[in-house]
């Protein structure tokens, strides 16, 4: 078994490193599930079947997902460590968005499994 020793200083200067990731990650995220929202609900009429808005509804939980990156760099560059009761407040709505899109995804799929194999004439 091994086991790891690292202080929380350490721990917080490693993390540095990956804010910029998540950073891009937050605004890729915004932007294009944002544009998948705004052409499924706005501009195409074609756009408005069952799948499309399933998929579109993901995106808003993609979205919701994403939520959970600035609070994560804000306690990195403040080297804060919060209570476990506080992180899960803090992370209840990221968290659930991300469940959320995991059984919309299953949807989808059921969708377009029935969509395929019983098509319409």
């Known amino acids: 078994m091994v086991t790891w020793s690292l202080s929380a200083s350490t721990a917080f200067a490693i993390q540095r490193y990956l804010y910029p990731y998540l950073m891009a990650a937050l605004v ?8 998948i929202i705004l052409v499924t609900y706005n501009r195409t009429k074609g756009l408005r079947r069952p799948c499309n808005i399933l998929i579109a509804i993901q995106a ?16 990195i560059f403040t080297e804060t460590l919060i209570p476990f009761s506080e992180c899960y407040w803090i992370q209840f709505l990221p968290c659930s968005g991300m469940n959320i899109t995991t059984a919309l995804m299953f949807s989808i ?3 377009r499994y029935f969509s395929l194999k019983y098509p319409m004439k």
């Open 60 to 75: 808003a939980m993609d979205i919701l997902t994403t939520f959970g990156h600035p609070p994560f760099v804000y306690y």
């Open 28 to 35: 890729v995220g915004l932007f294009s599930n944002g544009l």
């Open 109 to 111: 799929g059921l969708d």
